[in-house]
């Protein structure tokens, strides 16, 4: 079992940024993938950013592209989400996810889609214009 642990949310204004982090515990796998997801108001999920950490390999939706940064420190088992330019589409709960890794590397990651083995519980961003 891995335990996700989200912090970092809040409210920030438009064209400001914020840093997501998410504490990992629990890993009895060597490789995964690991990413950040999103879930506006009345919206379904959206994939955000993920990361391979066999390789450090990134993807990044084109909403966030540019503006966004996903990176793992290995030595304290966290990932990150460093948001800059913060829009008020941005606004949403924000999950971070991560399942073990078997092949394929970064594309093996993407045709996951949202079919990860484990979940945080969610922090709220909001971004006021």
């Known amino acids: 079992q891995v335990q996700l642990v989200e912090s970092g949310g809040g409210s920030v204004q438009a064209g400001e940024s914020l840093r997501l982090s998410c504490a990992a515990s629990?890993?009895?796998?060597?490789?995964?993938?690991m990413g950040w997801f999103r879930r506006a108001a009345e919206k379904e999920r959206e994939r955000v950013a993920l990361?391979?950490?066999?390789?450090?390999?990134?993807y990044y939706a084109d909403s966030v592209k540019g503006r966004f940064t996903i990176s793992l420190d290995n030595p304290k088992n966290t990932l990150y989400l460093q948001m800059n330019s913060a829009k008020p589409e941005d606004t949403a709960m924000y999950f971070c996810?991560?399942?073990?890794?078997?092949?394929?590397?970064?594309?093996?990651?993407?045709?996951?889609?949202?079919?990860?083995?484990?979940w945080g519980q969610g922090t709220q961003v909001t971004v006021s214009s």
């Open positions: 629990g890993s009895t796998y060597s490789s995964y993938c």
């Open positions: 990361i391979d950490t066999r390789d450090g390999s990134t």
């Open positions: 996810a991560a399942t073990p890794a078997y092949g394929g590397y970064l594309s093996w990651c993407i045709e996951r889609g949202g079919s990860f083995a484990y």
